[in-house]
């Protein structure tokens, strides 16, 4: 680890720790600097740990930053059997905020057991099921599919409700340029902030402010997922582990990834 001055040395000593890494985290060892490591707590393993830091930092960011929920409220997480949204989904629940759920078929049961209400995407009208639920609109819908996911999920929000949109997987086998449905999604919220609605759309991204705001950007994620280790330390959050491979297997690691068999993050251990 790089050193970056005693007060970081001192406070990290003999600490297990977790670094966001865009790049070149899949290694036995990696260089980063100090300022940007947070403690693991005890009582979370490295491969828990693993397995929250980019999808906790998403689901608490924007759960709590850009959706700013509140107990009471009820919200609509898509993807709530996957990877960022079964963590979006028990943070939420933790926060005392109801959660409906899509997801297939497969995680329908363990959902339940959460406390989330599962709605079968693939099948379902999920507009027309959302509406019989929470018939006033959610207060939050978080959408990682795109497309006309985005513009179903912006009707379903009740007065003063919040899109939170953050990736684009419908498109994800189109052909083409990989960044135009992601620059529809801009140019929706965009529109739609601009009309007076009573509404907020955003499109969340886990790097902004990284190169402008780094110190705002380097407190936020130390405070955000600080939160969420807590979090799963007392359980209210458990990290979901699909299979834990070592380095050397990668190319098998990244098929099980992509094959969508597996419920969970797939851990290299190195
Ligand atoms: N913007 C950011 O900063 C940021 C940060 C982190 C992740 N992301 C994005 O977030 C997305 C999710 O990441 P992840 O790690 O959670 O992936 P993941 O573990 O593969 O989970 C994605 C889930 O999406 C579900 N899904 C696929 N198509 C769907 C649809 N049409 N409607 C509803 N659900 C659908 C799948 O559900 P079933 O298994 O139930 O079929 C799957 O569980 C990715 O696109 C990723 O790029 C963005």
């Not at 720790?17 to 290694?27: E, I, N, Q, S």
């Not at 759309?201 to 110190?215: E, M, R, T, V």
């Not at 799963?232 to 990834?257: F, M």
Request: with cysteine.
């Amino acid at each position: 680890m790089q050193s970056t001055g005693p007060a970081s040395d001192a406070a990290l000593a003999g600490q297990r720790v977790a670094v966001l890494t865009k790049v070149g985290g899949w290694a036995s060892h990696v260089l980063a600097d100090a300022r940007d490591a947070v403690a693991v707590p005890d009582g979370v393993t490295a491969a828990q740990a693993e397995a929250v830091v980019v999808n906790g930092i998403t689901a608490w960011q924007m759960l709590h930053r850009r959706a700013r929920v509140r107990a009471g409220q009820t919200v609509l997480v898509h993807g709530a059997g996957g990877g960022v949204g079964s963590v979006l989904a028990q943070l939420a629940l933790a926060a005392g905020v109801a959660v409906i759920g899509t997801a297939s078929p497969r995680h329908h049961d363990a959902l339940r057991e959460l406390g989330v209400t599962p709605l079968d995407y693939r099948t379902g009208n999920v507009p027309g099921r959302v509406r019989e639920l929470a018939p006033g609109g959610v207060d939050a819908v978080f959408d990682h599919v795109g497309g006309r996911s985005v513009i179903d999920s912006w009707q379903l929000l009740a007065p003063g409700g919040t899109l939170v949109a953050y990736g684009s997987a419908s498109t994800r086998d189109d052909t083409g340029s990989k960044q135009l449905p992601v620059l529809k999604i801009l140019a929706r919220t965009w529109l739609w902030n601009a009309l007076p609605n009573g509404r907020r759309a955003c499109f969340y991204n886990i790097w902004a402010g990284k190169a402008l705001q780094q110190s705002r950007f380097r407190a936020r994620l130390h405070a955000d997922l600080g939160e969420v280790l807590a979090a799963v330390r007392r359980g209210e959050v458990t990290a979901l582990i699909g299979a834990q491979l070592p380095l050397a297997s990668a190319a098998e690691a990244l098929r099980l990834a992509e094959s969508g068999t597996v419920t969970g993050k797939i851990v290299l251990t190195p």
